[in-house]
């Protein structure tokens, strides 16, 4: 290990800072800004970049802020507290545009201005909780390399922060707890465990609990079996295995945005995937003739049926896209594709992509997904003939690296 001096001057995807030593060496250090100048410990092992160790701040950025939260540092969630909100939003749409050429080979990519987020702070509805070393719930901390006790979550909404110290869940096997705060403040448990069978359980406060199954299906333990959501000014249900928007002020955002680059209207055919428990779809089926969603989620399924049932031109098809794309007669003039709902890192599938080959050149195709997948997947999409229209960033996750894109492709 050896100690240097550097001056940083780009943000990396993974909310990382970059600098270089004398030799060229990419160096990259956790918790800086573009513009610092910072000692660093770095392993000598000869490899043509380095992930530091960040030990100093010699020459601090005026961007520099205090964090807010006591775990900031050790928590795996929020990357970028350390710097203002619209030092964050500059960073990640510097992140965007580098990823879109250096990792899509986009010569000059379409890139509109990022979206923030309303509020910065205090906006997450969902709060995904792990068996702590210690006891109780807690974090990943990637440094330390194991789940510690959470005391203190800024970024999750006031009524959500506040139930983490009654968190207490003595229960074998349990893998994951995923607790929601949905509309009136009423809070959903969603316990995953390592057997299947229901536990026998008992709380002290106010909490619906679920366990939900392997296969993302759910069953109610206690309370009510599914939470209320407003979302665009409808109240829509979601079942407790069903995917949820984390942040379900920015969600509203982002539907307009979709929206708006397909340009969607009374004419239109629209294909969905995955369609979820319809937050989306109701935005789609309000402007199109006709919208065809594909979910393989049985849950998210009766969600969705629930929750559209004030539309008579949508029709959902259960099953994955390997399953249903194959088998579709429409011809949609419209595909909305939503990759890695569950898993971001995964971009489109390869049924996606056999669908995108076979379209009508001068179908609308909208790609909503993580930056880092979406900048691999443009590599191909190219050479299938696509070309990119535009590419909107909106901030989903504030005090995060995260950054979802809405993009606009055309054959």
Known sequence: ???????????????????????????????????????????????GFARAELLEIIKPSP??????????????????????????????????????????GLKDPPLRPILPSPEPYSYRAEAAL???????????????????RVVECPILRPALEAALPDLDVELPGLRRLSLRLGDDEELLAALETEDVEPPELAVDFPVSVAIVLPDRTAASLIGDPYLLLT???????????????????????????????????????????PGGAGWLTTALAERSAEVVA???NPDAVADAAENLDPFDNVTIYQGTEEEIFPALSITPDVVVLRPGVQRPEDGLSPA????????HPRRRVIICGE????????????????????FQPVDLAPQGFQVEIVSLWRK
């Open 1 to 47: 290990m050896s100690e240097l001096t550097l001056t940083l001057t780009d943000m990396a995807h993974g909310g990382l800072a970059l600098g270089r030593d004398k030799g060229g060496r990419a160096v990259f250090a956790p918790f800086a800004i573009p513009g610092e100048t910072v000692r660093v410990r770095v392993p000598d092992d000869g490899r």
């Open 231 to 273: 979302i665009g000014g409808r109240e829509l249900r979601f079942s407790p295995g069903v995917p949820w928007p984390a942040n379900p002020v920015t969600a509203e955002t982002l539907a307009r945005v979709i929206v708006e680059l397909a340009g969607i209207d009374a004419s239109l055919i629209v294909l969905e995937s």
């Open 63 to 104: 961007d520099r802020v205090v964090p807010r939260c006591r775990h900031f540092g050790v928590c795996g969630n929020c990357h970028l507290q350390h710097m203002t909100y619209a030092a964050q939003l500059r960073a990640k749409e510097a992140t965007v545009r580098d990823q879109l050429t250096r990792v899509g």
């Open 352 to 359: 996606a992509f056999r669908l995108l080959e076979r379209l």
């Open 130 to 148: 792990f068996p702590a070393e210690e006891g109780g719930l807690g974090y990943w901390s990637p440094g330390e390399r194991r789940i510690f």
């Open 371 to 390: 930056i880092g997948a979406l900048a691999k997947d443009a590599k191909r999409l190219v050479k299938t003939g696509y070309r990119p229209v535009m």
């Open 294 to 296: 594909v979910e393989p």
